[in-house]
């Protein structure tokens, strides 16, 4: 591949691998095949190892104002290059998912210096033109499941809450409990799915499904449809089970369980849900469901140290409850959290 063919991020990978000419200077550049009177434009890397464009400026070249972005540090600053101090344009590129634009990005300010128009406003108009793609920092998205089983939780602890305001004391999920919701030797499970006709449920571990020992556990199994604009989100159900409960600030504290800092965050977010219906089962008897007493010596096998598994829910209708039921159940779990 001839110089004139190899784009920026082709520079970038040699640096990371140290290739690049010995030199007393600052930092270790690759020369651009584009230069100014100023000199050759260089690639270099931060401290970090992020991408870095650094475009030689004459004494008398004024910059102007450049476009602000959270993505890109740019600055004008001087280095010693070629063994003399360099007048430089500074562009490095901070967000590691980006540099895949920035890399189009710069091979386009190289082409257009090239071309003859002056760095300031080669890099003006290039970041003008890439501004819907890089001037937006990415955010991570958490993943649909995730999402969903927690919007999940935070239904049934509305619920809940509408109750008493001590619910959130109930609330085990996001802390790594056994059950989603405990008190006493009452346990609830939650379940959540996008789809009515979809009866399959995964259980985590082995003794997801065991019951509390003396007391009962019962499984809702809830089905909240994707909607755009829909009204159930983490923050909507969030801000409404803040208002309600005794002590909201431990909410926080709660679902810093799950990684969830800000429940208003667009990463918590970006789906939105109706509720479809709800299915709450007793689970015992006939229910589908492994636990340890399924195994020889009430153990798992040696040697086994995690066991996930799905059933399917078609086969446990005669273990759903009446509504009347429900209510009862929400009932003696808020009378476990009272104090004697």
Not at 143 to 167: K, Q, Y
Not at 227 to 247: D, F, H, K, Q
């Amino acid at each position: 591949m001839s110089d004139s063919k190899r784009t920026a991020g082709y520079h970038w990978s040699l640096l990371r691998q140290g290739d690049f000419a010995p030199s007393k200077d600052e930092l270790p550049t690759r020369l651009a095949n584009v230069e100014v009177t100023a000199g050759p434009l260089r690639f270099a890397l931060g401290p970090a190892q992020e991408a870095r464009l650094l475009l030689p400026l004459s004494k008398s070249e004024k910059v102007g104002k450049l476009p602000v972005s959270t993505s890109l540090r740019i600055k004008e600053t001087h280095a010693v290059i070629d063994g003399s101090t360099s007048r430089l344009l500074d562009i490095m590129c901070t967000v590691k998912e980006l540099e895949s634009v920035f890399t189009e990005v710069v091979d386009e300010i190289l082409s257009r210096i090239q071309e003859g128009t002056s760095v300031p406003s080669a890099l003006r108009s290039t970041l003008h033109d890439f501004r819907a793609l890089l001037f937006l920092t990415p955010t991570k998205t958490i993943p649909t499941e995730i999402v969903l089983g927690l919007v999940g939780e935070l239904f049934v602890l509305n619920e809940l809450l509408d109750r008493s305001p001590e619910a959130w004391r109930a609330w085990m999920g996001p802390q790594g409990g056994r059950h989603d919701f405990r008190a006493g030797s009452l346990a609830l499970e939650v379940k959540s799915t996008r789809s009515a006709s979809n009866t399959l449920v995964t259980i985590q571990s082995v003794d997801q499904l065991s019951v509390p020992s003396g007391g009962q556990l019962y499984l809702t199994r809830l089905t909240l449809e994707p909607t755009p604009g829909g009204v159930l989100n983490v923050a909507n159900l969030y801000n409404r089970a803040a208002l309600r409960c005794s002590e909201p600030e431990k909410l926080k504290e709660i679902l810093l369980g799950l990684d969830c800092s800000d429940p208003s965050a667009d990463e918590w977010n970006h789906l939105s849900f109706s509720f479809e219906g709800e299915e709450v089962f007793e689970v015992g008897g006939s229910f589908p469901r492994l636990t340890e007493d399924n195994f020889v010596g009430s153990k798992s096998p040696q040697g086994v140290l995690d066991i996930s598994y799905k059933i399917d829910l078609s086969h446990a209708s005669d273990c759903i409850i009446t509504s009347d039921k429900k209510e009862t159940i929400q009932n003696e779990l808020i009378a476990c959290l009272s104090p004697e």
